[in-house]
């Protein structure tokens, strides 16, 4: 039963979604926020009348919240599984990134620094076109590194 109701509310959720990002949709807001306007002299512009309006939209805001999200969510899916399918078939990407959404906070940090560094020697080098990989950094750090163990001895 739970597997039926989160396959109606994701179709639900794009029909929506799809609607409301229409200018019709638009349109439609636009109207009746007019409308309630021009009723305001009608009802001396009271505090019934304020509710409505304020009542009206918080109700809709709040469910939109979800409905947007549960968009969002399957379209950072597919984003990400379109990615991880063009690094998985790239023989020069990095693997190590397929799964980068998992990290935490801080690895991200660490691997952002690694690729504005990247960057940074390519404009350097004066080739933006030069491309560099992780593979190719770990190697050219190991090599230092047994470098500098060799001077070491």
Known sequence: MANSI???FEKFSARATKATGKPAAFL?????II???VTGPIFHFSDTWQLVINTGTTIITFLMV?????????????????LNELIAASSKASNRLIDVEDLSSEELTILKKFYVRLSELSKIEGNIH??????EANALHESKRKKGQEGTI
Do not use: E, R
Not at 28 to 32: D, I, P, R, T
Not at 66 to 71: N, W
């Open 66 to 82: 979800f409905l947007i999200q549960q968009s969002q969510n399957k379209d950072t899916l597919a984003l990400q599984l379109k």
């Open 35 to 37: 409308g309630w306007v």
């Open 130 to 135: 030069q491309s560099h990989s992780v593979d």
């Open 28 to 32: 439609l807001a636009l109207l009746l």
């Open 6 to 8: 989160s396959v109606l």
